[in-house]
């Protein structure tokens, strides 16, 4: 699922004096986001691009917390940073400059509207300490003008791209209320419920809130909470059975999967990326900080090692607790049914050939006519 590019002019769709139509469809399958990051991502190995995202994640989350954005904000950036690399090349932009544009397009979405040149004051004392030190007046650092100025034009150059992206549609829902509705319906405890709360935080580091709807993101994150409770649980600690009930429950196939229109195999995949997440904030607590509490960079740190230095969510277990929980899940996992697109032609949708251009007139649209064969699989009707 992409956009879709239809041409209402009757002729070519890549024509670009005709008018053309585009569609916006909210997710994609997990084998369409690999195959649109892997021709975005040039020469970088896949470690790489995963290391880049986790250091444009990092960026929002100190920039935003500066800021007080609440987290829906920050959330909302990080996604909009990934899907903006799905139809862009890496090499052809700066993460500087997309994960503000990312930043400040959210912000218009969640109308927690800040100016771009509050945005990028902020975001140069994130990338240079020395000049909060500095700064006589709180807020004022002193940068040449001209460099403001040339950066606020880039910053609204990406931001056209990124509305583009998602077709200028400023519906949007958080997995966030989801946590808490169905932590309430399943009786989760309330540290249990905070805990997968925060993974739903953790999750936009990833790239699943593109792949899956946010309920569904919610659901596995409660399951994989309940799941890491048994890490650090002994049968006779508190709330043992309640956590190991929503586990057993998750885990299997079950009446919960009408009730919540999602399935087992999904909560699975979920899971499986933020369990690899965690083992890698692991397997390098150097770069390790709470998303709540994001890295204050030491003023003799110098923008290289800043940029170096992409702080992960925090994780509270070992990584050998956190591999060994990943191979008894895969032992015990569910085969993954095939996700529906509609019929949709993706080579031919996700082609960004008219992104960014002026010739011709673009209509965007949102749900199109085959969406509708979407909704019996119940992601769109809660």
Known sequence: MAMQQQNIAGGSPTHFGAANIRWYYPYFTPDQVRELSEKQRGKLSVTQEEKARHQACGFIEAVGAKIGFPRKTIATAQNLYHRFHLFFPRKDFSYYDVTMAALYVSTKLHDTLKKPREILMVAYGVRNPELVAKSKVAGELDVDPNKVEQDRQRLLGVERLILETICFNFKGRMP?????????????????????????SDSFWTVINL?????????ACIYL????????????SPNFETNQRIAMTLGNHGAW???????VSDLEEIAHAIIDLLIQ??????????????????????????????PLPQAPYTSDQLIKLKIAMRETEHTQGPRSTGGVDFQKETNPAM???????????????????????????Q
């Open 176 to 200: 966030f209320p989801y946590v808490i509705k169905f932590g309430h319906s399943l009786q989760a405890t309330k540290r249990l419920t905070k805990m997968a709360w925060r993974l739903a």
């Open 211 to 219: 792949e899956y709807p946010p309920h569904v993101v919610a659901l």
């Open 225 to 236: 909470t309940a799941l890491l409770s048994t890490l650090d649980q002994t049968a006779d």
């Open 257 to 263: 999967e009408h009730q919540f229109k999602a399935n």
């Open 281 to 310: 904030a692991a397997q390098n607590p150097l770069s390790n900080t709470s998303p709540s509490t994001p890295s204050s960079p030491h003023p003799s740190r110098t923008q290289h090692s800043l940029h170096q230095q992409a």
């Open 355 to 381: 992104l960014g251009r002026n010739e011709g007139t673009v209509r965007f649209a949102f749900e199109p006519s085959w969406y509708d064969k979407l909704k019996t699989d119940g992601w769109e009707n």
